[in-house]
């Protein structure tokens, strides 16, 4: 994997020389410490030029653009592989982060066209695609994950693109007649032009949810949205674009297909998208937690491979109620693996805590992101490219709130978000009937109550407006706009984890559960075979359930759901972190006044008696003031 990082100036003012950009890419270094190029280019004068990629140089040529690149090699280690990538002619550059997994079955047609490639990397592919087929004709063609910047001299125009799901980043900035693109924010730090300021009316959005939707809590600073690509055109300014549609999904009517059916349907087209995201030139393993998606990830990738000895890297804890080592080993057994585990306490969660908030870039939304920082880190002794099995819990609805969405006025169902809201249940229940409201809050970390507890300027209207609008605009049942919405909220957030906490330490992590064609099929299977029945309780995920439960049985598959947990109150309780604690993150938060400190102070106080909600709570404010301090928001 890589990292790509530029600038340009709207008004026309000259780039004097590379300091900017130097210090852009040795920000984001990490993302590919094997090669980085540096291209100069004038959008208007149609012309550019390749600088050093080490050293400072004065720029004598008028140029208002640059665009700089650190690459990760993963396909084609040879220098055949530099980026930025230029046309034949010059006319047109290329940097590209991700892989392209099916970038190989458009050679023959280039080569027919006569087309001479000069390397093996699918880099190469995507430009002459671009070159035959135009932007958007290429970008639908993609199936993979990439985030992606063209600049197009013979026709004056800027290409900025993301794959369908979010799996790679790439961030906007755009202030003042200045335009600027990385894809790590941390980057825009680098440039004299960026001012820093705090945007602070999605604090309320952030509370709820731990993240802002499409947005980031920097004034100026967006994500560019999964599924679209801007253009900037010196003669009509900045357009968006999407060309990919998550509403285009409807699922399939049941036409009295079996399980059976669906199950080798699924492990079929499962198969193909595994096999086809193995492809590498380095060395790949499995990232195995031991749950369901990430076993039958590792139980395919070990029957796609012919020769090699596969490897898988976990997390495991000394508490066993958060341990998962007994099925981590019951899947390296039985499949041969080499399994290597790294074990995760309370001091190591410390140590890694502010290397880990500087990576991710925002307050860290799930305490187990450390976990898998940590397991990256360690990974990076064995392998290069991991498979994971991020995605496949809100394609093929995993999360335990999809059944109770599906029932959502059963008596269990009801009493347990009453218990959640019971220091405000009258405002629970007027709003409960709206199906938005039920699918918004489904994923929110915290209630309404203790969001104003941490915040008391908060308002409910403020943290939600956006995202009911989104779902509302969403179609199908009630299901597949459930999975619609956490694929274009929950999930995105995940992907950034994922990649931030691998490429920290110069690990590619890739996800099959997201493969084109694997989404694809999700929406051709009966709905019913993913909200199955099983001994009078409604599964969710259920075809995979059955999938695996053939292979490891159905204690294996059918145990209750544990995610990646984190045992965070022993944790938060080593001596060490309470230190930390005392002398740098209550006086920071006391200080700053964006949140109450009073309770948080209470509950740092009494760790081991409060609320599960309260050490949610306790987290939204620690992690936030880690970010504030490593980034030197005021």
């Not at 392209?100 to 087309?115: H, M, R, S, T």
């Not at 063609?141 to 063209?150: D, K, P, Q, S, W």
């Not at 055109?233 to 998550?246: L, P, Q």
């Amino acid at each position: 994997m890589c990292g790509i990082a530029g600038y340009f100036y709207l008004s026309g003012k000259h780039v004097e020389d590379s300091s900017s950009i130097l210090r852009m890419l040795q920000l984001q270094k990490h993302r590919g410490p094997d090669d980085s190029g540096v291209r100069a280019f004038h959008i208007r004068y149609a012309r550019s030029q390749e600088i050093s990629a080490i050293e400072t140089v004065s720029l004598s040529e008028r140029f208002d653009g640059v665009i700089g690149f650190n690459r990760l090699s993963i396909l084609d280690l040879s220098k055949n592989g530099h980026q930025p990538m230029c046309s034949t002619d010059g006319m047109v550059i290329l940097a590209f982060n991700g892989e392209i997994y099916n970038a190989f079955e458009f050679k023959d047609e280039l080569i027919a066209d006569g087309v001479r490639l000069k390397s093996t990397s699918d880099t190469e592919i995507v430009l002459n695609l671009y070159l035959k087929y135009g932007f958007d004709g290429m970008v639908k063609r993609l199936n993979g994950m990439f985030a992606l910047v063209i600049v197009d001299l013979r026709e004056s125009k800027i290409f900025i693109t993301r794959d369908r799901f979010g799996i790679k980043p790439i961030y906007l900035y755009r202030h003042n007649n200045f335009f600027a693109f990385s894809s790590e924010l941390k980057s825009f730090f680098a440039l004299k032009e960026f001012k820093v300021e705090m945007n602070t009316p999605l604090l309320d959005e952030y509370l709820l949810f731990r993240s802002t939707l499409n947005n980031t809590l920097l004034k100026h600073v967006t994500p560019l949205e999964p599924g679209t690509y801007t253009i900037y055109c010196t003669d009509k300014g900045f357009s968006t674009v999407r060309y990919f549609e998550i509403n285009d999904y409807q699922r399939n009517a049941d036409y009295g297909i079996t399980l059976q059916v669906s199950k080798e349907n699924f492990k079929s087209t499962f198969r193909a998208c595994v096999e086809r995201q193995m492809l590498s030139d380095v060395k790949l393993g499995c990232q195995l937690s031991g749950g369901i998606d990430s076993s039958l990830v590792t139980w395919m990738a070990k029957k796609c491979m012919t020769d090699d000895l596969l490897e898988s890297v976990s997390i495991i804890f000394e508490d066993k109620r958060f341990s998962e080592e007994i099925y981590i080993n019951q899947v390296a057994s039985r499949n041969g693996i080499k399994a290597h585990k790294f074990l995760l306490d309370g001091s190591s969660y410390m140590d890694a805590f502010k290397d880990a908030a500087w990576h991710y870039e925002a307050p860290l939304n799930h305490p187990n992101t450390l976990g898998i920082y940590l397991l990256s880190k360690r990974s990076k002794e064995y392998v290069t490219v991991l498979l994971s099995g991020e995605g496949a819990d809100e394609v093929f609805g995993g999360y335990e709130r999809f059944a109770s969405l599906s029932h959502p006025f059963a008596l269990r169902t009801m009493m347990s978000g009453l218990k959640r809201n019971r220091q405000n249940p009258l405002y629970f229940l007027m709003n409960y009937n709206d199906p938005a409201y039920r699918a918004v809050m489904a994923s929110a970390f915290i209630t309404p109550y203790m969001s104003k507890v941490l915040r008391p300027e908060f308002t409910m209207e403020s943290g939600i407006e956006k995202r009911r609008a989104l779902y509302n605009n969403l179609s199908g049942s009630l299901f597949d706009r459930q999975v619609k919405y956490e694929m274009k909220t929950y999930l995105p957030d995940l992907l950034i984890r994922q990649d931030t906490m691998s490429m920290a330490h110069s690990i590619e992590n890739r996800v099959p559960f997201l493969d084109n064609l694997l989404v694809d099929h999700a929406f051709t299977i009966p709905e019913k075979h993913l909200l199955g029945q099983q001994s009078s309780v409604i599964e969710t995920k259920y075809l995979l359930k059955v999938l695996i439960a053939d292979i490891f049985g159905e204690e294996f598959s059918f145990r209750k759901k544990m995610g990646f947990g984190i045992p965070l109150r022993s944790f938060l309780s080593d001596q060490k972190f309470k230190v930390w604690l005392y002398d740098e993150i209550l006086p920071g938060i006391r200080q700053r006044g964006l949140f109450d400190d009073k309770p948080v102070v209470e509950w740092v106080k009494n760790l081991n008696s409060i609320s599960g909600m309260e050490i949610e709570s306790l987290w939204i404010a620690l992690s936030f003031e880690v970010w504030m301090q490593q980034f030197q928001i005021l």
